[in-house]
């Protein structure tokens, strides 16, 4: 029988959470999970309502498989090359939860890829979560090109 497990090793480099209606995250040095998510957090829920373009009506209650969301420092810094943005990119921008560094490809880890933390703590990737266009039109709006303009309205959807 092979074995198909592989590890990585990685850190983490900054944790957020939010509680606000604008999505935006604050910095924090711990976070604290259960089952229904991060504590404190927007997203915490056994239960979400589909988004528009999923495979069921928006709106429909459906189990929240979005409790958190996380980036890698390796990615961001290939999304702001991408994008020739002149500030830099990051996790709070995003909105995510996790920022780790050391994980280059953090985005394609497959679904029930186990993330172990040395306080024994366990988190699950449940899906790819892929770029929005609500987050690139903030991006747009926050930020600048090297060459002075605001990205376009969609670079970060592309990115």
Known sequence: MSNFSKEITGS???LHI???????KEST???QVEFDGIVEDKHRSYMRGAYEGESVPAGTVRRNDRQWSAVSLEELTKIQESMEL?????ATTLTANLCFKGIPNFSQLPKGSQLCFPSGAILMVEDYNPPCSYMSEKIAQTHTTTSGQPPKRLAFVKA
């Open 86 to 90: 002149e500030t830099t990119l990051t």
């Open 18 to 24: 939010s509680n606000n209606s604008d999505m935006s």
């Open 29 to 31: 040095e711990t976070i």
């Open 12 to 14: 983490v480099a900054s």
